[in-house]
């Protein structure tokens, strides 16, 4: 008890201070009125009175004016045995001196507690909103001495490691760390100096169940001038997740570049607002040029086959971004070589950029293979429909064999007759092989008939190109071969004045268009009609039946000889 009352009567410092200052100041008044030197203007007392007014408040102050003057006052009396008005004065004066100057004094003092506690304020939020975003921070935070001694953690730290909240304090923090990656844990945190304040890397850290987990772990040296009890700023971001997606992303490229690689396929990208072409190395390899990181687009025109530039160098439309771009381009080797390319992709805006992206693939090989194959399938077919020709054609002459007859017996007769059709059939046969696709057309067999009288004009042949198939091109060229020997020996081919007039046209039928054939002779002697049905009359099918065809009709004139006949589409198209 007796202690404590001590202690509160013990006068403050800036109070014992102030204390001495006023005695002192008194003393010095009274030594200096005995020596009989005083100042008439009581300046003696300016500066304590100013330092009382900076150490107390303004009452303080202004107390201490007081008695100083009022001791000015005594000590001048005494000297001079009364005061006079002047020191009245000075003593008015120097109250209001100390009054004034206490009280700027006060207020200099409150503005300045005032600003002070608004300086201590913003701290206090800013340490709040520090110590709320600590504690509620998503991340791990923590603190830690220098030595990596844990001091506070928060929620999230302590969840990411499964331990419960304040556990974590006073642990070493490479104790955490996996053994894998302590040693390099170690040499960053002793390596951390003024030069280099903090260290970031990928590590491993050990949960309390023993699990592993990926983090990234920051450590921040806070004060590099002086070294408080938390020096280390500690940062804890878990990234297992992220670090399994980036593996399975690399993963995936590898397999990406194994599958391009094993297809020899190449990646490229073109910007149309840069003009620049970019690819893998494979793409280059594709068009034949070195490996570039970028080339500029007009570069590759010197490559690019004329015709196909326009397909790589026009940029996308504007509407169609996203839409999906199929291209094949040729390109010439610097070898000469021509080389088809398929461009494969898209068309994107990506930032605002015009480009195109996609993958490139050699279809040279391909294109080769397509046409041995169709070659092949075509040099089959054809050899099929000799085969199928070849057939045909015995059957054709033992028919011939069977239809002529031997005029009056007469065998001689009967072979110029059989050896004639039979060189007919042989000249059908050989344009058939002679055309490509084994399907000549109407004209060529109508031609090859009268080809020795066209050079004479004793011909006229029109009408459309339509082809006709094999099998029913033998039995129509055996109709012009009749039509053709009898008017060489009956008609007018065999008169010097003679034309034969033949025509095709594309007409109307019963059952769709049909093909009408004409064979009109002209300026002829009169042809006696057909009393006798031949070979030939079978093949021109004189009773309306031909050997191919129908509705034939052969009318003998006066001036010659005039014969029809109507095709339909089926009977001469395979």
Not at 98 to 109: H, T
Request: proline share 4%; hydrophobic share 45%; aromatic share 6%.
């Amino acid at each position: 008890m007796d202690e404590g009352c001590r202690r509160r009567s013990i006068l403050p410092r800036t109070h014992l201070a102030s204390l001495t200052v006023l005695i002192a100041t008194l003393l010095f008044e009274v030594r200096v009125s005995l020596t009989g030197a005083a100042d008439p203007g009581f300046l003696e007392f300016i500066p304590a009175i100013v330092v009382i007014a900076f150490l107390e408040n303004r009452w303080s102050g202004v107390a201490a004016t007081l008695v100083m003057a009022a001791a000015g006052l005594g000590a001048r009396g005494v000297m001079n045995g009364h005061a006079v008005a002047d020191d009245w004065v000075r003593a008015v004066l120097l109250l209001l001196s100390g009054g004034m100057i206490s009280f700027l004094f006060d207020r200099s003092r409150r503005s300045l507690r005032a600003a002070l506690d608004v300086k201590l304020a913003a701290v206090e939020a800013a340490e709040s909103r520090y110590r709320r975003a600590f504690e509620r921070a998503d991340m791990g935070f923590a603190t830690a001495n220098d030595t990596g001694e844990l001091l506070q953690s928060n929620r999230s730290l302590c969840a990411m490691l499964g331990y419960p909240e304040g556990e974590l304090a006073g642990r070493q923090i490479d104790a955490l760390v996996h053994q894998d990656d302590r040693d390099l844990f170690t040499k960053s945190l002793a390596g951390l100096s003024v030069e280099t304040p903090s260290f970031s890397s990928e590590m491993r850290m050990i949960r309390k169940d023993g699990s592993t987990l990926w983090t990234r772990l920051l450590l921040s040296w806070s004060a590099p001038d002086a070294v408080p009890l938390d020096s280390l700023f500690v940062v804890v971001d878990d990234i297992t997740t992220r670090r399994s997606a980036r593996e399975a992303l690399v993963a995936q490229k590898e397999w990406l570049d194994l599958a391009l690689s094993a297809g020899r396929l190449g990646t490229w990208r073109i910007d149309y607002d840069d003009q620049v072409v970019s690819g893998s190395s494979q793409f280059w390899e594709i068009l034949g040029l070195p490996p570039a990181a970028l080339r500029p687009l007009d570069a590759l025109s010197d490559i690019v086959h004329q015709a196909d530039w326009g397909k790589l160098a026009s940029p996308p439309r504007k509407r169609h971004f996203a839409a999906s771009y199929d291209v094949e381009i040729r390109i010439k080797r610097p070898g000469g070589q021509i080389r088809w390319i398929a461009l494969r992709g898209r068309e994107e805006s990506h930032g605002g950029r015009n480009q195109r992206i996609g993958i490139a693939a050699d279809l040279t090989a391909r294109r080769q293979t397509t046409l041995l194959r169709a070659a092949a399938r075509k040099q089959e077919r054809l050899m099929l429909e000799q085969r199928h020709r070849f057939s045909n054609l015995f059957a054709v002459i033992i028919a011939i064999v069977k239809m002529i007859k031997a005029p009056d017996g007469n065998v001689a007769e009967f072979k110029n007759m059989l050896v004639e059709r039979i060189r007919a059939l042989e000249s059908t046969h050989r344009l058939l092989t002679d055309s490509a696709d084994a399907s000549p057309t109407i004209r060529e067999l109508v031609l090859q008939e009268l080809r020795p009288f066209s050079q004479a004009g004793k011909t006229s042949v029109t009408g459309p190109e339509i082809k006709i198939s094999s099998g029913a091109a033998e039995s129509f060229a055996m109709i012009v071969h009749e039509l053709a020997t009898n008017s060489i020996k009956h008609g007018v081919l065999g008169h010097a004045q003679g034309k034969v007039k033949v025509r095709w046209t594309i007409v109307s039928g019963g059952t769709g268009d049909e093909i009408e054939f004409d064979w009109i002779e002209t300026g002829g002697r009169p042809t006696a009609p057909i009393k006798r049905q031949g070979f030939g009359s079978m093949v021109l099918g004189t009773d309306g039946t031909p050997i191919v065809g129908h509705s034939s009709k052969l009318e003998m004139g006066e001036d010659g000889l005039r014969y029809s006949l109507r095709l339909s589409p089926n009977e001469i198209q395979d």
